[in-house]
C-alpha cells in the first residue's frame, strides 16, 4: 500500500485494473479487426465488380494481425481506373459499406514513391487476367 498526499493507494489494485482494462481493449481491437477484414473483403469485392480496375493493392494495418486500432482504418490502392472521377466514386461507395474510415488511393495518381511503398508492402488482392 501507497501513501500519496495523505491517502492509500492500493498499486496491486491498480495494476491488476490496468491489465483488466488492456485486456478489455485488445479484445475489443480484434473484434474490430475481424470486422475490417469482413468490411474490406466486401469492399474489394464492390470494386472489381463496379469499377473493374486493373489491380487492387491492400495496405496498411490489416496485414499486420493485431496492430489494428481504434483509429486504424480499411487502406486499399487501385490502378488502372479509367475515369478520372472514379477514384472519388469508389471512395463513396466503400464509406456506405463500412462504418471504418476506408483510405482508397489511385496508385496511377499519387507519388511513385508513395506507389512504390504501398507496393512493396501491400498485398495484391485482384489483378485483372
Known sequence: MWY???MAFDIAAARKHLAYR????????RAMEAQARKDADTIIA???EKYRPARIVQWGSLLRPGRFREWSDIDIAMEGLTDPLDGLRAADDASQLTEF????VELDR???RHAE???QEGLVVYEQP
Open 46 to 48: 464492390m470494386l472489381v
Open 22 to 29: 488492456d485486456q478489455e481493449r485488445a479484445q475489443r481491437c
Open 117 to 119: 511503398t504501398i507496393l
Open 101 to 104: 474510415p476506408v483510405d482508397i
Open 4 to 6: 500519496i498526499g495523505g
Open 110 to 112: 499519387i507519388d511513385p
